[in-house]
């Protein structure tokens, strides 16, 4: 890169960080931060792999259901709710939210307290009634962009404490209707992954102690994109069903509630104005950055490394043929001790005659004298 150019992008990448820092500059001080995870997470309903995460707890203090706004519960409930019929809870709940994501996902754990398990609602998938079992509620405006009622891109997300789902997403027709409090529809067939992890048993006199809900939300799943610095609002909400149905004396066609509350200490849920915003703040780590970006060129090493691999094998199996055909060392070996055979025979031949020459003389001279052995050899 030349160094102009060099420096334009370098002055684009500053002036880019200091609108993404100026931007969330912006938010209010109050905005939920919710952290990016390095660590993958399992939906396994432990909670042991989750490390960075945003956390908060609240609990059921509520003396009445408290709704947003001049209305009572009877205006936004359709003909035959029993607002009479609603009992303060036999246990007050106590809840712990945690909330991060990744660019695939949004995970959400959820660790309800609650004495009473109570769950009568069941058999059916994407079944509306979940909401009078105990469960929890995920509501997420995805654009930031509702005004007083949901839109088509806020969803609402109920999980019981049986692990029964339903989703409702803002309806475009509905909300042409003004008598429609929350314009939303059910049936949105999306995949949302989680796991229950309880300590109890369902629908008895029995004391409980808790029901933990850990869950994915991918944003392709709900139209996102994930960056940091996106902003969305969400609400996190808990629905404590105590009693039996019979305990209450209403049917499961009657239409009734149970008794919901939400962080911001709301019992009537699905009104955009009142959810909290929250940024998705972190990125990836370097190593995760690398690991990504090369995870499928390992392939390519890895064909690299073999080629070179081979290259050597076969030079190597061809330096080995080729002392193959050099002479034996046997052969080498016989050549060379004939050698210096010939030249030990010789100097010894020389050396013996030498001698044998000394001792003939000596013999001659001394022929009258008793020659020993010893004196030869002197
Ligand atoms: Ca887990
Ligand atoms: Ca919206
Ligand atoms: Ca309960």
Known sequence: MQTGAKAFFFTFLLFAQCMLSFAQGKLQPDTIRIPYTNSPIEIDGKLGDWSNYFITTFSDTSKQIYTTGNYSLCDVY???????????PLSRNNVAAMLCWDENALYIAMYVIDKHLVAEFSGTDDNPNIYLNDAIEFYIDTKNDSKERMDVNDYQIIIDALNQHCVFKGNLRQMEYDSMFVPKERGQNMLIQSVINYQGTFNDNHPDDYYLVEMKIPFAAIGMLPQEGMVVRIDICNDDADFLLSELGVKSEDMYITWPFNWSGIGDFGFPKTWKTAVLVGHPSLYKQVSEKFKYQWLYFLGIFILIVAVVLFFVIRHNQKLRKMPKQEVLKKYVIVTSDEQSSDSS???????VAKATDYIVKNISDKITPADIAE
């Open 78 to 88: 359709p003909e035959g709710f029993c607002e009479d019929k609603i009992k303060v």
């Open 349 to 355: 031949s020389n050396t013996n005659n030498g001698l």
